[in-house]
Each structure stands twice: as C-alpha cells, then as structure tokens.
C-alpha cells in the first residue's frame, strides 16, 4: 500500500513532492501538504500504548515501523515556587512539563524520524537528507542507521559540539555549508533535486514544513497527553515553535481524538517564541488573518538558536485559529533564567525548550488551571560548549 495522497492544508490542492503548496506560494505564503487526519473512532484512549505507531493506522505510511522506542515520553509537574511542586501558586497555573528530552536522541524530532524515515524505505529511497541546526540532524542519523540507509545532514558551523558529536557518530555525513541556515537549505534544495534524495526536514524557499509524513509522527504527543490527563481538562499546551512542525502536529492529534470523541474540546495552543525571531507573535498583533499570513520579520540571533524565523508557516496560524491559542515572545534573559531555574529542580533543558516553561508560567489562565509546557529537547547535549 503507498503512502497516502498530500493535499494544501490552505487551498486544498493536490502536492506531488515535499516543496510545499506552490499555488499558495505564489502568493507568497508557506504551506505544507499534509496527509488526510485519521479516523480514531471506536479506539479506546485508555490502551492507547504510546508513540508514534501506538495506533499504526493513525500514520500514513504502511510500515513496517523504524523504531527505537521513541514515545511515551514522561510529565513532570513542575514547582510554582522554590520548594514544592505539590503546591500550586495562588494565582497561576498547575504547570506540567512533557519532557522530550526522553526520547531515543534526546528531542521530539525522534516522532517525526521515525515516521519519516519508515515513509523512506516504502518509497524505496537508499538516501535520506536532513538540513539542521542539530536535533533533527542527530535523530535523521539515528533512524537512518536503524532502517540501514545512507544519511547526509546539511547544518552550518554554529552547531553546539555536543550536536555534531552526536550527529558523527551515529554515522551520518555532516556537510557544513558556510553562510548560516539559507545556503545550508539551498544546498539540500540541490541535493534533492540533483541526486533524488529523500527529505526528512524543510528545505523548499517557501518553508512550508518538514516531511509532512514524518510530521505525523508528533501528533502522539496529543495522544499521550489526552491518556495521561485522562478526565481532567487541559486549558493550555505551550509549544516551542520555529516552523510550526510540531506545532501543527499536537494540533491534529487534538482535532483527531475531538473528531472521534475521545476528547471533549481541543486545549487552547501556545506558541513559546525568542524574541529576536518571533514571526508568530507578530503576526498575531494583526487583525486580519490575510495579512498574518504574510508576516515577514527580521530574524537574529538567540540563545534559543534553534527557535525562530522570518515568517509563520500557514499549518501553525491555523492551530493557533483553531484553538483560540496565542503567541508569545521572551528574550535571552528571560530564557536563560528559566534554563537555570528548572535545572535547581532537576530538569535540564536545552534554552530552545526552556522558552515553553517561561511562557507557561506567565500564562493568563485561572488560578490552578492545567497547563503543559513541551520541553522539547534535553540540555545534555550543549554541555562543554
């Protein structure tokens, strides 16, 4: 059985290739091509087992899995104050963290390799190629040793020691491309077209989105989160975004389990941005979703160097439409702070994941509301630098 047919999430028109929506780009609005969402009807959320092929016909690609155990990755119920996580604050919310730092190379991005790189091997591919800032090189190299298969990851210099570490000895071959994120992406745009090698990240100029088979992986995050916090109400999921992948994956776990009933109502979605690239809270400022889509916004450097952008992709807007969600935007000071409170209680997250828990905690929700920051990444791997 192929994989299943990619459609704009936008405009609805049919995609042939992972470059995106090129009506849509046209206009000048990126938009991935995601697969139909699943039917989940009849499944009970109770035995859902966890991770990406807990329910294999959730996916849209045939199998057999590339797995390493990714998923399932445990909540942690954070401290409102300096002592005591049993106690929740007066007047903020019960905050809860999902640490990704859990899985298999220490990111989330394992969800989505796994998915991928299984979608690689049923379309008969012997390469795939990645284009990184360092989590998603590494887990493109761990998938790709798992299913057998060549990996080439395109990244740039300013990738911390530990991620390039990681990304060598997994047996991938790192080419860095000088010139930052741009000519790292053009020389995959190249790769693809060239060579015929098989995209597991964003690489198209109009940046739509990774993989958008691989992106299903991270709709068991939702999953997951609905098991585990069975019968009690989520008011918030915060999301460290750059491109929305995960984004916008949490968003059609939730609309899948609402769709079938295993949810009363989706949770309301958060994006957690760096200030100095923060396209998604600028484009919220704007009234009129014609021109959110349009946002451009200068991007700089941050602590949180795998965050940010120059635009919001359209499938990350929508979430945030489709669950009344927001963006918010905190700076290196404020990133760096959290990245050291949360390590005084025993978690340590990379600075990209620690900007969730600084936005969580300021969240305007009602007094012991239930709130889940993603921590996407674990802060090992930057340690030495």
Not at 120 to 134: E, I, P, Q, R
């Amino acid at each position: 059985m192929p994989p299943l047919p990619l459609h704009c999430a936008r405009c609805g028109h049919a995609a042939d290739d992972f470059t995106g929506c090129r009506s849509c780009a046209r206009d000048g609005i990126g938009v991935n091509t995601p697969p139909p969402l699943a039917d989940l009807a009849g499944l009970d959320l109770a035995a859902y087992p966890g991770g990406p092929w807990g329910w294999p016909a959730a996916l849209p690609v045939p199998g057999p899995p590339v797995t390493l155990g990714e998923g399932n990755t445990p909540v942690v119920r954070l401290r409102s104050d300096a002592r005591n996580a049993a106690q929740p604050a007066a007047d903020g919310p019960e905050l809860w963290l999902k640490y990704e730092g859990g899985n298999p190379t220490g990111s989330h991005k394992d969800r989505a390799m796994s998915v991928g790189v299984a979608a690689a091997l049923a379309a008969g591919a012997d390469t795939v190629v990645a284009a990184s800032s360092g989590n998603a090189g590494a887990s493109a190299a761990a998938y790709a040793a798992r299913a057998g298969l060549r990996c080439v990851v395109f990244t740039t210099d300013a990738v911390p020691a530990g991620l390039r570490a990681q990304i060598d000895a997994l047996g991938a071959e790192r080419v860095v491309v000088p010139g930052g994120g741009e000519a790292r992406n053009v020389a995959m745009t190249e790769a693809v077209a060239e060579r015929g090698w098989y995209p597991l990240t964003s690489f198209a100029a109009s940046r739509p989105g990774s993989n958008p088979y691989g992106n299903e992986g991270y709709k068991s995050v939702a999953y997951e989160l609905a098991r585990d916090f069975a019968g009690r109400r989520i008011e918030a999921v915060v999301v460290p975004t750059s491109r929305g992948d995960l984004l916008a994956g949490i968003a059609r776990g939730f609309r899948e389990l609402a769709e079938a009933g295993l949810i009363a109502a989706m949770p309301r979605l958060v994006v957690a941005e760096a200030t100095p690239a923060a396209p998604f809270t600028a484009a919220l400022r704007l009234a009129d979703r014609a021109e959110q889509e349009r946002v451009r916004v200068e991007a700089g450097p941050s602590v949180a160097f795998s965050l940010g952008g120059d635009r919001p992709c359209w499938q990350g807007l929508d979430a945030l439409w489709r669950t009344g969600g927001t963006a918010v935007a905190v700076d290196d000071e404020v990133a760096l702070a959290e990245h050291r409170r949360l390590a005084a209680e025993g978690v340590l997250l990379e600075p990209s994941s620690a900007v969730s828990v600084a936005v969580a905690r300021d969240l305007e929700v009602a007094p012991g509301a239930l709130v889940v920051a993603i921590g996407t990444a674990t802060g090992m791997k930057g340690l030495g630098d």
